[in-house]
Each structure stands twice: as C-alpha cells, then as structure tokens.
C-alpha cells in the first residue's frame, strides 16, 4: 500500500463523513438559531427549549436523508472493498 492509496482512502473517508453528517449538523444550526431568535424576541429564558425542537429535526432530517445516506455509504463500502480486492491480488 503506497501512501498516495492511504491519502486517497482518508480523502474518500472525509468526503463521506462530510456528505453523510452535514445534512443534520446544518439543519441542528438552523433550528438552535431560530430558537434562539425565539427566544430573544420573546424574552424566554429556557435553556431546554431548544433541545427538543433540535431532536425532531435531526430525527426528521434522518427520515428524509436515509436514502442518500445509505447510497452514500454503500458507494463508499463498495470503493473501499474493490480497493482492497486490488490490493490484495
């Protein structure tokens, strides 16, 4: 295994983990930001107001994105596994 094969492994591992987890994070900053305005313009004090409306949206946003998570994930098993058949022959 040459380093260029170990570098372009951790670049497809980056590049997966980014496709994967940035639908959610985005959409957790999103929602915490809104609350948060909610909070201010209504003068709320509730430090766990915005844990709730976060967890429905992550759970939502996890419904609606399975399918292209489980395309991403399959796609990035599918290269890792051919990488390996190549290099172990």
Request: glycine share 2%.
């Amino acid at each position: 295994m040459t380093p260029e094969m170990v570098m372009t492994i951790g670049k497809e591992t980056a590049i997966a983990l980014l496709m994967i987890a940035s639908p959610m994070l985005i959409l957790a900053v999103v929602v915490g930001v809104s609350v948060t305005i909610f909070q201010t313009v209504t003068n709320l004090k509730d430090q766990t107001l915005t844990f709730v409306p976060k967890i429905v949206a992550i759970v939502l946003a996890l419904i609606f994105f399975m399918p292209f998570i489980l395309q991403t994930l399959t796609s990035f098993t599918i290269k890792i596994f051919t990488l390996a058949q190549t290099i172990a022959s």
